[in-house]
């Protein structure tokens, strides 16, 4: 089955401790983004990476860390410096290089931090 | 101004309803256009891609203008599953592909 895997589905941590998020695909897919959904709000962009070993801060990066070492996998670090890190988190992946790139989500991950 | 603009609801509608969602961007430079799909705590998924000339799935019917910068999602013969919330998504595509997500329009249909 191909499909986006996010884990762990839930996380809770203590404030002051990073914590990395894991997102790996098996679609083929070039591109892989991360987002983050407040309640009552639309996805804002974290981070995303079109390429392995590149990758660009989307609209809400500071306190986030991303790696791209493998086409398949896009780990998010949330670090002590991000103030509400509490939110859920999505992954996605699409391919690059069409007009039309529609992104495919992974099952997210809520963190909760206290 | 926000750059995805949709009607923010809840819509609550009788099953066998025909509901409407409405959604305007900024940015003329838009070029791809998309409707998700996403049930409570869960992913969005991918309902439908829009296209210039207007685009049907079964009940579904989605219709872009570019000149007003409007996106539609007309539902037919709602279903109780399709309670959900709509999000309305644009994508620049000389962004590399970003994805810019509306605030999404709840649904709710009633027996």
């Known amino acids: 089955d191909g499909g986006i895997t996010q884990s762990p589905k839930y996380l809770f941590r203590k404030e002051g401790q990073n914590v990395t998020l894991s997102c790996e695909q098996n679609l083929n897919h070039d591109a892989m983004y991360w987002y983050r959904q407040d309640p009552g709000q639309g996805l804002r962009l974290i981070y995303y990476s079109q390429i392995v070993n590149d990758f660009q801060k989307g609209d809400i990066a500071e306190g986030y860390s991303v790696s791209r070492e493998k086409k398949e996998s896009f780990p998010l670090t949330v670090t002590s410096a991000q103030k509400n890190p509490t939110a859920f988190y999505l992954c996605?992946?699409?391919?690059?290089?069409?007009?039309?790139?529609?992104?495919?989500f992974g099952p997210g991950t809520r963190l909760t931090v206290t | 101004r926000k750059e995805v603009e949709q009607d923010p609801g809840p819509f609550n509608v009788p099953e066998g309803a025909t509901v409407a969602f409405n959604c305007t961007y900024s940015n003329s430079a838009s070029q791809s256009f998309f409707w998700y799909r996403q049930d409570c705590r869960k992913e969005p998924k991918l309902l439908m891609s829009v296209y210039s000339s207007g685009n049907e799935d079964g009940r579904f019917t989605a219709q872009l203008n570019r000149a007003s910068q409007y996106i539609s999602l007309l539902i037919r013969d709602s279903k109780l599953s399709d309670s959900a919330t709509y999000l309305c998504v644009v994508n620049m595509n000389n962004q590399g592909g970003k994805l810019i997500f509306g605030q999404g329009t709840e649904l709710s249909v009633k027996p």
């Open positions: 996605a992946s699409s391919y690059a290089g069409t007009a039309i790139r529609e992104q495919y």
